[in-house]
């Protein structure tokens, strides 16, 4: 009777893993993608803001503050992402501070592209800060796909019966969040 029941056990426990380690393979799978998008995203804005600083440089040389911020911004960003690491809360926060530097600077960019004519009125800048606000966009939209998927992955982590499969096996590390004015989470689940 008790090999019975204990064997009852190690099949339940075997079916329960299996379940377990297709789930956090799929959240991870799922997070690793959205990782991917994110930096894509934050490549491509600072591209954009590169673009802005070029013109910019050309046809207003008297806001070359807001010019070398933009420029020091968008290095960094790049920078950040050539070695990101999703489960790093250092990396990951430097980056989303230099996110937040540069959708300041583009505010900034705008109020005074409508206060100064000149500016306003050239059609090359009014593109590339378009592009620039466009690649902002993409960027929010994936920051937003990225903190859904690693909350997913990491509520997947620490449920039952995943938690105990991680815990006694697999030992993945949680991915860290995005704070953001929406999500008040500022990358609690890091560690």
Known sequence: MKRKVLYLFAV????????SAS???????????????LLSSYRDEATAARAVVERLRVIAPAEHL???????????????CRQANPHDSRTVQTLDRWHRVLEVQHRSLA???YEYREMGEDAILSGT?????????TTAASRDRYHAAALAYNRALRTFPESVLNNMFLKKKSLVLLSSDRNTNSGAGAR
């Open 12 to 19: 339940s426990l075997l079916l329960f893993s299996s379940c």
């Open 23 to 37: 789930r956090i393979a799929a959240e991870e799978e799922t997070a690793t993608q959205a990782w991917n998008d």
């Open 129 to 137: 800060i378009r592009r620039f606000e466009e690649a902002r966009e």
């Open 111 to 113: 109020k005074r592209t």
């Open 66 to 80: 807001v010019a070398a911020t933009i420029e020091q911004a968008a290095r960094e960003m790049e920078q950040g």
